[in-house]
């Protein structure tokens, strides 16, 4: 079966430094999100994309945080400089056609800044 | 704001135990989910239901639109069972595009 596929799984940054977490999304799936869980706490949405945009954001979503696809197959979340609060688990999912259809999720990259 | 709440927080059982864990939520949605965590961190969609109940193997998703209420229950469970369950709700508004909110979890320990 066909997965979402997150690198790297776990990634140590000092803080101020700029990280990339990469997504290979499910093929012929149109709808992508970022979703970022800190430890004990619960998921949250961060940024849905859809036809090379973002539809919709979370306050999280701030101007430190960016998505793109920059090759069709590849869709990458950075954080520009990053702070410490910014240590969470961060999953990326995806689906065919958006609203009211299961999600499918990555594995995860749990993002640890120093 | 849409709030998601799950009950209990904490859930242990015996093996063979029948378990129910319950989610509510504050505002009308058009889809409710059933998401599984396992132990190292992944999340695998068990459910996505809009109204009535939907079964696969031992599980049995259930919802109450006019309640705003759902349940998850798992039959004979299995110490297999034994992670986080976590109920996610999808808004009612046409410009959704799927963002989740989610519930805080349910930790399930299934003892042998």
């Known amino acids: 079966e066909p997965e979402v596929t997150q690198t790297p799984s776990h990634q140590v940054t000092q803080m101020g430094q700029e990280v990339i977490l990469r997504c290979v999304p499910i093929?012929?799936?149109?709808?992508f999100y970022w979703y970022r869980q800190i430890l004990g706490q619960k998921v949250e949405f961060l940024v849905s994309?859809?036809?090379?945009?973002?539809?919709?954001k979370s306050e999280i979503f701030d101007d430190q945080f960016s998505v793109e696809r920059p090759d069709g197959s590849n869709f990458t979340l950075k954080i520009r400089s990053t702070k410490l609060e910014d240590s969470a688990m961060y999953f990326c999912?995806?689906?065919?056609?958006?609203?009211?259809?299961?999600?499918?999720f990555g594995d995860g990259t749990r993002l640890s800044i120093l | 704001k849409n709030e998601v709440e799950q009950s209990p927080q904490n859930l242990t059982a015996q093996e063979g135990e029948f378990i129910t864990i319950n989610c509510s939520y504050s505002?009308?949605?058009?889809?409710l989910h059933w998401l599984q965590q396992h132990p190292g961190g992944g999340i695998v969609s068990l459910f996505m239901?809009?109204?009535g109940k939907k079964k696969h193997g031992r599980l049995i998703a259930t919802i109450n639109i006019q309640e705003k209420h759902s349940s998850l229950h798992i039959t004979a469970s299995h110490p297999r069972d034994s992670a986080v369950y976590i109920c996610?709700?999808?808004?009612?508004?046409?410009?959704?595009?799927?963002?989740?909110?989610f519930g805080q979890g349910t930790i399930l320990t299934v003892h042998p």
């Open positions: 996610a709700v999808e808004s009612g508004f046409r410009t959704s595009y799927g963002k989740l909110t």
């Open positions: 093929s012929n799936h149109l709808y």
């Open positions: 994309f859809y036809n090379n945009e973002i539809s919709e």
């Open positions: 239901l809009s109204s």
């Open positions: 505002v009308g949605i058009s889809a």
């Open positions: 999912a995806s689906n065919p056609m958006g609203g009211n259809q299961p999600q499918h």
